[in-house]
């Protein structure tokens, strides 16, 4: 099953890979980063079929796809 990580530190929490995953698979988070900001987390549901949208629209790289 295809996964997406997340680099939680560096995430701005932007939500641009919420609104383009089709799944529904990534949330934003409660806690706040070394940022002050809430980022997204992976909710592993098993149905992200690693179409990488969430990668290329990050402005800051945070995401990698695994296939
Ligand atoms: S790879 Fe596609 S389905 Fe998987 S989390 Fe990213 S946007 Fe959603
Ligand atoms: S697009 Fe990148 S910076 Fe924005 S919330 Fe998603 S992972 Fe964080």
Redesign the pocket.
């Known amino acids: 099953m295809?996964k997406?990580k997340i680099d939680r530190e560096k995430c701005k929490g932007c939500l641009l890979?919420v609104s383009?995953?089709?799944?529904n698979?990534?949330m934003a988070d409660g806690e706040l980063n070394k940022r002050g900001v809430k980022p997204v987390v992976?909710k592993d549901t098993g149905?992200?079929?690693?179409?990488?949208?969430?990668?290329v629209i990050c402005p800051d790289c945070c995401?990698e796809?695994w296939k």
């Open positions: 295809p997406i890979c383009v995953c089709s799944k698979m990534i992976f149905v992200c079929i690693g179409c990488a949208m969430c990668a995401i796809v």
